[in-house]
């Protein structure tokens, strides 16, 4: 027979294990894009907009390659498309400007790190914070600057993880 000390603390290491579990796992949500706004935020029907985290896009039409980085991402999640959002618990859940900040994946494609492998986006780890796919994203960049894809074949690039990524025309 156990005393009552013995039970409330069996109880608390058991409530401890719960909460671990459940911090450890990531629920996806899901939800269908309504539209893409720019080459690393959509638009989910129902009106919540997502901002792809741990990546950073050209800016279209002012920047090179914006443009194509958005079409990239139509590409990738089109209107329509059932898509399963990914928080990250090490990152924030929202942006100052609202809009949810997630991994979005379509299948079994992690469309922030296919976006990166292609050259549309950048990794961008705001104020040095690394997700739970940081090292898939650095893995992805340095094979898309080393074949030349997207951006790095076609623009000049300014580009510090810890930055928004820059571009200019060659």
């Given at each position: 027979m156990r005393?009552?000390?013995?039970?409330?603390?069996?109880?608390?290491?058991a409530h401890g294990l719960v909460g671990?579990?459940?911090?450890?796992?990531?629920?996806?949500?899901?939800?269908?894009?309504?539209?893409v706004i720019d080459g690393d935020t959509l638009s989910l029907r129902g009106g919540p907009r997502v901002r792809l985290v741990q990546i950073d896009a050209p800016e279209a039409p002012e920047e090179c390659y914006g443009r194509a980085a958005t079409r990239e991402l139509v590409r990738r999640a089109p209107p329509g498309t059932e898509v399963a959002l990914e928080p990250d618990p090490r990152l924030d859940?929202?942006?100052?400007?609202?809009?949810?900040l997630r991994y979005v994946l379509v299948g079994s494609s992690n469309v922030n790190v296919e976006l990166?492998?292609?050259?549309?986006?950048?990794?961008?780890?705001?104020?040095g914070?690394?997700?739970r796919y940081a090292a898939r994203l650095l893995e992805a960049v340095a094979a898309a600057r080393s074949g030349g894809?997207?951006?790095?074949?076609r623009c000049r690039v300014s580009w510090?993880?810890?930055?928004?990524?820059?571009?200019?025309p060659r």
């Open positions: 005393t009552p000390r013995e039970i409330v603390a069996a109880l608390v290491v671990c579990a459940a911090g450890g796992e990531t629920a996806r949500e899901p939800a269908t894009v309504d539209r859940r929202e942006d100052r400007f609202g809009r949810l990166v492998r292609r050259g549309a986006a950048a990794p961008y780890f705001f104020h914070a690394r997700g894809r997207g951006m790095w074949g510090n993880p810890e930055r928004q990524v820059r571009t200019w």
